[in-house]
């Protein structure tokens, strides 16, 4: 049945969570603090890049199931199930999760509650969280006990959100009623029809679910990123080793292409909270290996430099250096710890002229990295370049023409920085291509 629902906070989570609820049949109201957003959301605007979900959110918005406030009021009186989809970063002063804005959701949500109503956390969260802000929903809601929450993590890949919203891979209901376990079924019941595994769990477990896979996933890259290193040193080639590791059922091809590592919002900053979060429970010695982990994804932003520097005869200064990739991953626009980015900022403060291009990233690096030089195009950004360093693997990179580029730069000779081109393809037209862990 339609449910009347908040989505409280319309960053990347909130926006597509709440075109998604409408677009299976709910009446959604989504909360922002932040007034340009909600103006630009009201208008069918979405202030990032996602395939397919502008499209989305016009469509809901002219329908009428979607709509943008920023009361917290008028949410509490408008509906009775509220997912909190407000960001949880790094902490300033550590590793630790910062909880500000989930807390803030709570204390301006609870004293408004007037009725009973479900509250659903769907943000990455240190575990015993939800314990917390569960008894304290209580203490400032009106309705008391009749208020509940319910924690529903969220898995989604940026560049496949709406897909992942409408047919997850599972998902997970942490609840401690029946009746919290009906709504969330009624809520998904579209979604549930479609086959959906469902894990229904406590709070801890579904606190751990995202935190887990996210450092299985790190783990998995920082690997073979590992063995990468180990064929460098040994002469073997890891793109090799990893196809072989891939055929066998109990590993997987998926998540085995080494590279210059994994960034965005999540994956970093989730698994130093899940390091910090096990270290105040006294278990701290279990997660050690994530330091590991993490150590060896920023050794290969290091190591892409140095390949660069090599190949520009041990020394930047005076050489112009093109980087083909500014957001973190492709099909989105996300810069944060965006290994690219990291990279072109060592190279130039190492003396480079670096020119960057990215096919949807170029305004939020410009804001970031206002230092560095920007392109309007790859051809631009490649002309004249000393090397060309392929650091996000948008399709357009993929596809480039290594005969027609020769003929752009100065000296052909490419980092291949995501293991995205074809070796043989760029060596027999001419080039010097280097790739890390590649002979």
């Avoid at 909880?99 to 943000?123: F, M, Q």
């Avoid at 809601?141 to 509940?148: D, K, M, R």
């Avoid at 209901?173 to 769990?201: D, H, I, M, N, W």
């Avoid at 998995?220 to 002469?235: Q, R, T």
């Amino acid at each position: 049945m339609p449910y009347r629902m908040t989505v409280i906070g319309t960053g990347y989570l909130g926006a597509t969570h709440a075109a998604c609820m409408a677009e299976i049949g709910h009446e959604v109201l989504g909360v922002d603090v932040d007034e340009r957003k909600i103006e630009a959301l009201r208008a069918g605007r979405v202030p990032f890049h996602e395939p397919g979900l502008e499209e989305l959110i016009g469509r809901h918005v002219a329908s009428g199931r979607l709509r943008f406030t920023t009361s917290y009021e008028e949410a509490a009186e408008f509906g009775d199930v509220h997912f909190s989809c407000v960001g949880t970063p790094q902490s300033a002063r550590g590793y630790a999760a910062d909880l500000t804005y989930v807390d803030a959701v709570v204390e301006r949500l609870a004293p408004h509650l007037r009725r009973p109503a479900l509250v659903v956390g769907k943000s990455t969260v240190p575990v015993g969280t939800a314990e917390r802000l569960a008894t304290r929903l209580v203490e400032l809601a009106p309705a008391g006990e009749l208020v509940e929450l319910a924690w529903n993590p969220e898995f989604l890949r940026e560049g496949f959100a709406v897909q992942d919203t409408l047919r997850p891979d599972r998902l997970v209901f942490g609840v401690r009623s029946e009746v919290a376990l009906k709504t969330l079924e009624e809520v998904y019941a579209p979604v549930l029809g479609e086959g959906a595994p469902t894990v229904v769990t406590d709070f801890p477990t579904a606190e751990l679910v995202k935190a887990s896979a996210n450092a299985f996933l790190a783990t998995k890259i920082s690997f073979i990123n590992a063995m990468a290193e180990v064929c460098e040193a040994s002469g073997a080639d890891v793109a090799r080793l990893a196809e072989a590791l891939s055929y066998d059922e109990r590993i997987g091809g998926k998540f085995l292409r080494p590279g210059v590592g994994f960034g965005g919002g999540c994956l970093p900053k989730d698994i130093r909270a899940f390091m910090a979060r096990a270290g105040e429970l006294g278990a701290d010695q279990a997660l050690t290996f994530l330091r590991e982990v993490d150590a060896i994804n920023m050794r290969r932003r290091t190591r892409t430099v140095d390949l660069a520097r090599e190949l520009c005869d041990g020394d930047f200064l005076g050489r112009r250096v093109a980087v083909l990739g500014a957001a973190f991953k492709p099909d989105s626009d996300d810069i944060r710890d965006s290994p690219a980015l990291n990279v072109a900022g060592q190279i130039q403060l190492q003396g480079a002229d670096v020119r960057v291009y990215d096919p949807k990233a170029m305004d939020n690096a410009r804001r970031a990295y206002p230092g560095l030089r920007y392109a309007a195009s790859a051809a631009e950004a490649i002309a004249d370049a000393d090397v060309v360093l392929l650091l996000t693997e948008w399709e357009e990179f993929r596809s480039l023409d290594p005969e027609t580029l020769r003929e752009r730069v100065a000296q052909p000779r490419i980092v291949d920085g995501r293991g995205a081109l074809d070796l043989e393809r760029w060596r027999a037209a001419g080039w010097t291509y280097r790739a890390l862990g590649r002979p």
